[in-house]
């Protein structure tokens, strides 16, 4: 049953690499001894800011497995790089809708960072993990999480760029979870928090950094905070300004066009919903074809719209294989 549940959240990508992953969380493959952890965990985040979804499922494994091996060092900067190691699994399996198998490595992930003693690593596990409850319908307990998560990460004193970019995207994800739960003025609350917090961050992360977050990023969950308070019209016109060049990386290129899709389809306009999935799939096509949320907007655009504009362009495209793709 658990491989099937994977099976059938994850149908667009190739059986063998779901199989796997879930291999993998099951029973730690041996060491691959392929090479220095850092770099290969930077070469680990590009495929995710790229959307490459496929190539990243396949990766993971040995990444997990050689994670393992630096841990049993009882260092805790290894223990740290293994948490971090889950926390990217966690936010892939997320991504693919795969909630079962992503609370699973966020819930490692949290446990690898209070070994370590990383307030970084605990924070990046924390929101995988609050992230999963609030998809399990368990958002009060998701908020709780991430105060406290928050909280210590304010306790640090802020003092560098690695902390603020913590902060923030603490604060956008306890925002976003605020607004799911209907609680509009908290919610807004916390988006202008971080947008300050956010304020005096580079426009692009350096490599390896566990919150990648720049100003522009917060403004982009300005408009899915709105969606989720229902406010379709708001979000419009929060990502009115918001433009692809504004963000470092494919994934969020991508991501303005879909949270886009999201306000535009909820605001009963099929044509500017297809354009904007279009704009998010020349981005990053597996933003589009590999989330099954946004699947479902193309399954019903072209169920109740095929002759709008754009429409049979963009069901063919999201039907493209990733094989094709990469």
Known sequence: MRRRSLLTATATLPAAMLLGMDQALADTPPPTGRGALDARMVSARELYDRGAHTQL????PGLL??????ASSRRELDQARLSSAYSLSAALLIKLGSYEQARLT?????????VSGSPLAAAAASREFAIVLRHQDRGEEAQALMEVAAARVEATGLRTDAASSAYAQMLCTLAYTAARAGRRTEALAMTEEARHAARPLPTIAPAGRLFPINPAAVDLYTVGVHWALGDAGAALEAGRNLRPDHFPTAERKARLGTDMARAWWSWGRPEQTAHALLDAHRASPGEVRDRPTIRSIVTELMQRHPRTAGVRELHVAASTPASQVY
């Open 57 to 60: 499922l396949g990766l993971l």
């Open 106 to 114: 966020a819930d490692r992930a949290r446990t690898w960072a209070e």
């Open 65 to 70: 497995a050689d994670g393992h091996a630096a």
